[in-house]
């Protein structure tokens, strides 16, 4: 019908709209109207899309609309009476600088009684994997599961709750991208990282000594990439991580690191088995023994290390559980698990 529909992530990194462009390339217009971000789904003819949008302080909602972007219907959305019931701590999105002034997306989360003359415990999640941001403007259910209610738990207990995402997790532009090029996991994730940890250690209301880190997953490398990388930390939980990108899914990792035999150093030198010595802080690390995305022999053989090193260290396997760790019981294990580790950690 004459246009071209696509998603971007405008008019800023946290943020996912909806436009259109004649296939002459004029008449370029956002049709999406709430910030936040929507993903769509067209009909068959065309003709019209469902649109599944949220913000960081709207619950999702789903509507119905035409090829013009105009509403047709209203399916599905959180009453406010029913929201208001669940009496949710909202986020904060802002950007901290790098040490090149490079904006580094982040989310902080704050107690309900939040005092900024007192110092709190800090925990960041991190997922830190390439084009894949954590800090987005859409209400917070994943990733990880149940973490969204977990992190409201932590904000209960009186912990700061915040999420850094490095300039490798928001690239826009290709040059931006080819920064990781053969070294996925490497000093440009731990300069950011670092830099975006003592911005927020620097904040009157933070406690330089209590602050924590975890991530799953990919989170859980990036954790690991922190504890043994950087001295920032005083605790970490690093949920099925990949620790060496060799037994990792080659689907996902080559297109980033090439092969083994093109980049052998390149792998050699973002491993983190041969880091386990440098640990700093304190480590819960956690596996399903039936992970068929992150095999466990990544934590079998960073733990291995670590008993080399003499390092002490916290481990929990699920047994027979695969990567999302899943099930009722598990899940509610894992999640009391790591609130008893910051307890004791931080």
């Known amino acids: ?45 065309r003709r019209f899309y469902l649109d599944w949008h949220s913000s960081h302080d709207r619950p999702p909602a789903l509507s119905l609309h035409d090829a013009s972007g105009a ?10 009476p029913a929201l208001a019931a669940l009496d949710l701590q909202l986020p904060e999105l802002f950007t901290v600088p790098a040490r090149d002034g490079h904006p580094l997306q982040a989310r902080l989360y704050k107690p309900r009684d939040f005092d900024p003359t007192r110092r709190y415990p800090l925990i960041v999640y991190v997922y830190g994997e390439p084009n894949a941001p ?26 700061l709750v915040a999420t850094i995402d490095s300039r490798v997790a928001t690239a826009e532009t290709k ?47 990036t954790t690991l990439l922190m504890l043994t990388r950087s001295t920032e930390l005083a605790a970490g939980i690093a949920v099925a991580p990949a620790s060496d990108r060799r037994t990792y899914d080659t689907k996902y990792t080559e297109p980033y690191m090439k092969t083994p035999a093109e980049n052998a150093q390149g792998y050699e030198e973002v491993s ?3 880091r386990a010595k440098d640990l700093h802080g304190r480590l819960l690390i ?20 670590l008993v080399e090193a003499g390092i002490p260290f916290e481990m929990m396997i699920y047994p027979m559980r695969k990567h999302g760790i899943a099930d009722r019981a598990a899940r509610r294990h894992l999640y009391k698990l790591m609130i008893d580790f910051w307890k004791r950690r931080l």
């Open 272 to 274: 983190l088995v041969p």
């Open 286 to 305: 956690v596996h399903g023994s039936y992970d068929d995305n992150v095999h466990p022999q990544n934590t079998w053989r960073f733990a291995d290390a």
């Open 71 to 80: 509403r047709r219907a209203t399916l599905s959305e959180v009453p406010a």
């Open 134 to 159: 954590a800090v987005m403007d859409n209400w917070r259910v994943w990733p990880p599961p149940g973490s969204a209610l977990y992190e409201q738990i932590l904000l209960r207990e009186g912990y």
């Open 175 to 221: 040059a931006e991208e080819n920064l990781i090029l053969k070294q996925v996991s490497g000093p440009i994730e731990v300069a950011d990282l670092t830099d975006g940890l003592r911005w927020f250690k620097a904040r009157p209301w933070v406690d330089p000594e209590r602050v924590g880190i975890w991530g799953w997953s990919g989170g859980g490398s």
């Open 1 to 45: 019908r004459g246009y071209a529909y696509f998603t971007a992530r405008r008019p800023d990194l946290t943020q996912i709209q909806l436009y259109r462009v004649g296939l002459d390339g004029s008449g370029l217009a956002r049709l999406s109207t709430e910030p936040g971000v929507h993903q769509v789904a067209w009909s068959d003819d």
